[in-house]
């Protein structure tokens, strides 16, 4: 497809909890500047696969493949050093503290006074109120701890977050579920931002609209397995839904064990 | 609501510890007989010196989601160590250094030495093997006092050289040089915990441990130098016990604990970790001790001073707790 290694390159990962199989050999690829929505069904997988890109899990087999290297991430700070950002559904805040530390966390900006490092507060804040502005996310007050601000509040900070530090690749889970209409709107907008830098997107959502919104392409997991692999606009929302459910109203469910794409073009040879 | 308001109500529910000290004192001063002079409020602070010192690191401890009731233990260790070395009476070693004023560095770092040792077990417990803060903490709380039983055979040590009890002794300005050390840990300590990233993470950390996981903190190891500092800060105070006794007794320090605690929760320290500021613990310990000195004062029966005490621990944390609610309703 091009001669640069794909983004991140995922080879048979499985993961077993105890006799329980959540993946049982993912494929997939992405590349980087491209938008990859995550699909399936309850229980199929999609946050075991996501943990595990994100180091929050490792895997039982298979490798992980970041720009040609293959990469073995113990905890969540290798993966966010090798430029992987995760915005989880279960927020990532402590509501404990304000507007500026929860967006710095970890990456504070300091200047060492004989070898000690010191908070630069000013410098943050200037930081975070203009990343705030420039997403035309409204926060009465950047030092108020995050307990006082309302869900969608809570939403937009992580997604600014993430826009700002950006990285190499973005995994988003649910990264909507609190978000209003116009909100959401700015969050997909937020979306098409980071990509234009050239960062790759993996999105995981249950919103089909959604999918076909901001997504370059749909990966469905179905079971722990790539039930498939298709452009977006290449494949309608009815056949999506049939790989989540593995109907077979459109004979896109009889390949998904066999390969990536074939489900795809069959569906698209039967449409066309 | 303006937003001047509000940040009025903030600051004022923020500092509320601090007006309640500033009240306190001024009732005291009118009510108590003898109460309202220089020497009273220095012998306060002083006073305040050894809970004081100890509730930096049982508040940190805190603020990052644990618990550690061994600090009252460890001080008692970490003086019956430097008794024991440095003593020349009683079970004392009476162990000289040339020159003289070489002990009071020496002695200082192996009480700190000793009060790590006990905080890197607590946090190896707790934070590697995952254990229960409550129940590692008890034990060190029991463990670390039989140890101090054991190595003084129930006995003491009396009479530190000079050199060291200077400590105790000393006057600067007008205030004793042990109110000037807690001040000054009161003062290193906050700037740590206000204005640099090991600080911030403490905060965090007793938040939403999950969170800063994921943002890439090392938590643990945030945690497990939070049980080290509470170690390092109980074996100062226990240094200093020594020093102001000039040796020390097998259960040198107990009940130091509760008013830590008092001190801590009165200091506006939430127990379930992520809220509280240093500077309101420093307000808590001068709170109970001015208390402490008035009962003194009105020459009132020791006993009575527990009850009183009890009553401003459930007092303190009947306040936070309508502090939160008041914040929800105004803010």
Redesign the interface.
Known sequence: MSENPPLLKLEAISKNFGAIEALKGVDMEIRAGEVVALLGDNGAGKSTLVKII?G?LRPSSGRIIMEGTPRDFA???EA??AGIE?V?QD???????DVV?NFF????I?KRFFG????QERAMEAVVAKALADAGTRI??LRTNVE?LSGGQRQAIELNRFVHWGGKLVLLDEPFAALGVEQTRRGLDMIRQVVARGIGVVIITHIMAQAFQVADRIIVIRHGRVAGDVRTDETTPEQVIDMITGGTLSGAGKGRDQGNSSPATGERESSQ | MT?ARRATIEFLLDNLVWLMLIVVLIVFSLTVPRFFQFGIFANIIEQSTFVGVMAIGLAIVIISGNLDLSVESTAALAAMVTGLLFATQGIGLGIALEPAWLILPVSLAIAMLVGAAVGMANGFFVVRLGMSAFIVTLASFIWVRGLVVAISGGRSAQSLPAAIRVVGTADILGLPLLAWISVGCFVLFSFIMA???FG?YV??V???L?????????SNRILFVSFVLAGLLAGVAGWLLAIRTSGATANLGVGMLFNAFAAVVIGGVSLKG??GKLPGVYAGVLLLYSIHTAINLMGLPAHYTQMILGALVLAAVLLDTLKLRLREKL?
């Open positions: 994100s929050g905890s969540p700070a966010k050093a995760t989880y927020l990532s805040l402590c509501i404990n503290a530390a966390m970890g990456r504070e300091t000690i490092p010191i908070l009465p007050s006082h | 937003p204005k640099t990233p911030r905060t965090l007793g938040g939403n999950e969170a800063t996981y994921r943002a890439g903190i090392n992520g809220i803010l």
